[in-house]
């Protein structure tokens, strides 16, 4: 440690000349400034000054007061003679000149290469770390250059699960068949080069228009390709849903009617809710809603033109394969469905009356009727359904309508909002600087040390009294003393010890010095006392912490603004720290005549905490109210609007709580996930609350069966594409979508069929285009109107047709 400035006495060279630390350094009084705890401890170690009494926090040094706890950390210290024993940690600082350009460049040489010294540096007794102002612009480039290459692996990975994920598997006369004549890997492959397209749309569109690129915005990517693939997988479920035979025009025409709202609702909902995002006060957040905001927007143009282009074509071109005869069609893959019964119960075959005409059957101890989706839509002379299709209608919803399954779920529902709860009652706010490195950076040890040793006591504040009034005052004068006692004695302040203050000092020196108190001093010669205190050696560097003027009028001196040092104690975490902040601002905020202000280089990341949670409570409010907004327009049933909503908000403390839980803490970065959560994980619950509401169905069961059969698949599609960029998120949305939703949909209906004591259960089907596979029976008989009620009796094979 002695030899400590032998790191930084090396050159660099900039345009054939060479520069020395001496030479950039930022210089006070025509030198350099230098670390005078260096130049105490060579005395101490070289003239063998036992003698000399390093106390703590404070060192006199023959006439000069040092203050030493803001440099020297995990110190022990003798209670007795409370003389300084061992320091852990010793914080050393060195200044650059940066007046200009070329002071910039020289300084950056010049750090960069002691930063190469000082990461060279082996010992087994010293351990260094290092820091400077730039840190974090240099570590934030070298994060975003480590996710740009990662873009392209996650595209393919998501080109290779869309591709796999959407083969075309049927179950016909009892077997599971794979289609390589299917569209839909084409078409799943085609919607993440539309997303892909999106993105880069938006982002050069942004950028010529002159709208900055944030580093946060860099992740964007990521998220908008992996999300907006969901429109595909509806587009694609809505299409394989009718029947192929139909004329290919008619056939898209009416998938396209049906999953439109679907569509509609999923970008309307994550574009509405990065919109609101833009009302923050956090410039960076507001970047990243811009810009994922444009990119879905932008995306959503291009699946109406492109990639709907493309599914027409790929419809009329599964329409005219070679095999496209159903009857005949061959599959790359066929199996038994007994060879799956591991996790499936056998098919089931629908009873037929003599009409063609599904009815009811038992499965899983619950009597359905199987026509709501069990034999698909696409409805030939042999029985084909789709094998998700089949397993969310026929196995998982009535699984999950059973009674005990039910009580199991709401169970669980209050201990997830029980949990969440919790975590929300621990919030911690900010963004810590050591969270904004990658790991592996060299400044995150530097972080870790000032937490460690450093930030528990001993750390300065500095405290500008900007309107001090007349000091002369003896009033004036003993009310300040208050003051900055007050600062000092706070609950973080470490007391008398901890002040650094000229007027104190200069109370001390009139008493030891000149033998008098400050209060005898006529106030005509107070301010020559000041000049003389401040000429005396060992004082010198308070004339920096004053700002003097000249009254005119009487051509005297004044002191119109002064600085003093406030030392702290507990500055280690957040928590702490916005405590601190707080207080300090409090104190001053008493005293409006002063002109108070307290800064610390940590302020800037404090203030920042202090906006967090308003600044979330206002997004998920407004997101909310807009959400509410747009399910009561798109979704016919206002109580699957209203359940919608409370999922947005059940999903909202789901994020924050557990990621309080995880010991994530409530940052800019925390706030961005808010919002993603508002749009991106309300769409799985809006698609099962609009799909139950449209279908007109008075069994609660029959209608969770229909939406679970339609949207099962997609929806499972979709979060396990979110899964690859939004993690959390996708695993809520999916448990709300799949699990929360359909129990409190049917519970919320069959409460309200127990009070109204319906005589009968009944399903009117008026001209709609809802995916029921009982329209396509009808076809058969009449085209002038669709219309069929069946009322269902005790005896299940009592069907009675009124009119198709």
């Given amino acids: 440690m002695i030899n400590i400035e032998n790191y930084y006495y090396f050159q660099i060279t900039d345009n054939g000349t060479a520069y020395a630390y001496n030479d950039l350094c930022l210089q006070w009084r025509h030198s350099c400034f230098d670390n005078p705890l260096i130049e105490i401890f060579k005395q101490f170690y070289f003239k063998n000054m036992a003698h000399l009494n390093f106390s703590y926090p404070k060192v006199s040094i023959s006439d000069q007061v040092i203050y030493v706890a803001s440099t020297l950390g995990g110190v022990t210290v003798n209670n007795s003679s409370g003389r300084l024993e061992q320091a852990e940690a010793w914080l050393l600082i060195y200044q650059l000149r ?157 998938a396209m009617s049906e999953a439109s709202v679907s569509i509609f609702l999923t970008v309307a909902t994550d574009a509405l809710s990065f919109a609101v ?66 996790f499936l119960k056998p098919i089931l075959k629908p009873k037929q009356t003599d009409n063609d005409q599904t009815v009811s059957t ?50 669980l529902f209050f201990a997830y909002i029980t949990v969440s709860t919790y975590g929300c009652m621990y919030i911690r706010e900010g963004l810590e600087p050591a969270r904004l490195l990658p790991v592996g950076s060299y400044a995150l040890k530097h972080y870790r040390n000032l937490e460690k040793y450093l930030w528990k006591y001993g750390m300065q504040i500095a405290i500008v009294v900007a309107n001090p009034g007349n000091l002369s005052d003896t009033a004036n004068r003993d009310r300040l003393i208050e003051v900055i006692r007050e600062f000092a004695f706070s609950k973080h302040g470490i007391g008398e010890e901890g002040i650094s203050c000229w007027l104190l000092d200069f109370q001390k020196f009139l008493e030891l010095n000149i033998k008098v108190q400050m209060d005898e001093i006529p106030q005509a010669s107070f301010y020559d006392y000041v000049k003389l205190f401040l000429s005396m050696p060992g004082n010198g560097a308070y004339k920096e912490d004053l700002v003097w003027t000249v009254d005119e009028i009487n051509s005297t001196f004044q002191i119109t603004a002064f600085r003093f040092m406030i030392g702290i104690k507990d500055f280690v975490d957040t928590i702490a720290q916005t405590e601190t902040v707080v207080e300090f601002r409090n104190i001053a905020s008493k005293y409006p005549e002063y002109n108070i202000t307290s800064f610390n280089k940590m302020w800037h990341y404090v203030d920042q905490y202090l906006e967090i949670v308003p600044n979330i409570v206002q997004e998920c409010a407004y997101g909310i109210m807009c959400m509410v907004i747009l399910a009561l327009l798109l979704i016919p049933k206002a109580v699957c609007s209203l359940w919608v909503t409370f999922s947005i908000f059940s999903i909202d403390m789901g994020v924050i ?148």
């Fill in 98 to 254: 940066v007046w200009n350009q070329l002071d910039e460049r020289r300084k950056f040489l010049w750090q960069n290469k002691f930063r190469d010294h000082i990461l060279s540096y082996e010992s087994p007794l010293l351990e260094l770390s290092l820091y400077h102002d730039e840190v974090l612009d240099q570590e934030l480039n070298r994060n975003a250059k480590v996710l740009a290459p990662r873009i392209a692996p996650s595209f393919i990975l998501l080109l290779i699960f869309s591709a796999v994920f959407t083969f075309h598997i049927t179950i016909r006369n009892g077997r599971l068949h794979f289609h390589y004549a299917s569209l839909s890997p084409l078409v799943a492959i085609a919607g993440v080069f539309s997303a892909g397209l999106g993105v880069s749309t938006a982002i050069g569109l942004l950028s010529y228009i002159g709208i900055p690129f944030s580093r946060v915005v860099v992740v964007m990517p990521f998220l908008v390709v992996a999300v907006r693939i969901d429109n595909t997988f509806l587009m694609i479920s809505a299409l394989a849903s009718i029947d192929r035979k139909t004329k290919t025009e008619d056939r898209v025409a009416e």
């Fill in 277 to 342: 995002g833009y009302i923050t006060n956090f410039p960076a957040v507001q970047l990243f809603c811009l810009y994922t905001c444009t990119a879905i927007l932008v995306t959503f143009v291009f699946q109406l033109t492109l990639l709907f282009a493309l599914l027409i074509y790929e419809a009329r071109r599964e329409s005219k394969f070679p095999e496209n005869n159903l009857e005949s069609k061959k599959s790359v893959i066929s199996f038994t469905a007994s060879s799956i019964s591991t």
């Fill in 362 to 411: 038992k499965v899983n101890g619950i009597t359905l009727p199987t026509s709501a989706v069990g034999n698909g839509r696409a409805v030939g002379k042999f029985d084909e359904t789709q094998l998700f299709t089949r397993f969310f209608a026929d196995y998982y919803a009535p699984f999950l309508m059973r009674p005990c399954v039910k009580a199991m779920v709401i169970v």
């Fill in 657 to 804: 709580g557990f990621m309080t839980l995880w010991g994530l803490n409530m940052d800019t970065i925390s706030m961005i996930t808010i919002i993603m959560s508002i749009g991106f994980s309300v769409d799985f619950s809006a698609h099962i609350a609009f799909s139950y509401s449209i279908y007109a169905h008075s069994d609660p069961i029959q209608r969770i069966r229909y939406s679970l059969g339609q949207l099962g698949w997609p929806i499972l599609q979709g979060a396990l594409s979110t899964l690859l960029g939004v993690s959390l998120l996708a695993d809520l949305g999916l448990l709300h979508a799949l699990i929360f939703l359909p129990v409190f949909l049917t519970l919320t209906d069959q409460w309200h069929s127990l009070l109204c004591k319906p005589k009968s259960a009944s399903i009117t089907r008026r001209n709609t285009r809802s995916l029921s596979t009982s329209r396509q029976n009808c076809r058969t008989s009449t085209e002038t109107e669709s219309r069929l009620t069946i009322t269902i009796q005790n005896d299940p094979k009592h069907v009675k047709p009124e009119a198709c």
